[in-house]
């Protein structure tokens, strides 16, 4: 593999250890974490496959809240473009009493392991502010950092609002160098059931994304 490919490799992949962040409640497709944790004892897993120009991402994520306002998850990719595999581990702690309007704050802290890069840890301060009508509006602010390397700014914004039976939503998230902006629908075909899918556009690349959530 040349330089360049194996650096675009890298940049993908801690983006997603970064931004992708393992989904919570809201989860996918949004790229920016929320502070919604599943209610104690429940959990999920979601997959999906992500798509963009070189690169195709398969990704299996389960998560688990053993007590109220806390949630631990994993993460399971390979990039079957460039041949490589990454493992995540993920803690999620909802600051702030859960309440269905007004702003709640939360933190997620976590680990990467990359088979051609080097491992990262990484932290992201979330809020979250419902408002009913006017739908939900999402913020992260955080930084990841690689091993001998310096660490790097993250940042993310989103908004989604519920139309019944689906939730669009509209994102935009950055680590350090071009922004991605990202559009997203989902919607419960079944009870405990989700499909949602996403398009994106990155330095003048399209992303796509299509996945699915199974709640227990």
């Known amino acids: 593999m040349n330089q360049d490919r194996l650096a675009a490799v890298r940049l993908a992949l801690a983006s997603i250890c970064a931004l992708c962040s393992i989904p919570a409640s809201a989860g996918r497709p949004l790229t920016v974490d929320d502070t919604n944790t599943e209610d104690a004892g429940h959990g999920h897993l979601e997959a999906w496959v992500a798509r963009e120009p070189g690169s195709t991402m398969y990704n299996l994520a389960p998560v688990y809240a053993p007590i109220d306002g806390l949630e631990l998850g994993a993460l399971l990719a390979r990039d079957t473009s460039a041949s490589a595999n990454l493992s995540q581990l993920q ?3 909802r600051i702030t009493p859960n309440q269905a309007k007004g702003c709640n704050t939360g933190v997620v ?3 990467a392991h990359e088979s051609r ?14 408002g009913a009508q006017r739908g939900n509006v999402h913020v992260n602010l955080g930084a990841v950092k690689a091993k001998n390397s310096a660490a790097i700014l993250t940042r993310g914004i989103a908004y989604e609002h519920e139309f019944k039976p689906v939730t669009p939503s509209i994102e935009w998230f950055s680590q350090g160098g071009k922004p991605t902006v990202q559009a997203g629908l989902r919607g419960n075909v ?3 059931i ?5 398009i994106g556009r990155r330095d003048r690349a399209t992303l796509y994304s299509l996945g699915t959530k199974l709640q227990f």
Request: glycine fraction near 10%; charged fraction near 20%.
């Open 190 to 192: 079944a009870r405990n």
């Open 109 to 111: 802290a976590g680990w």
């Open 117 to 130: 890069a080097p491992d990262s840890v990484w932290v992201n301060g979330l809020l979250t502010c419902r």
């Open 194 to 198: 989700q499909l949602d899918g996403s």
């Open 91 to 93: 803690a999620k702690w």
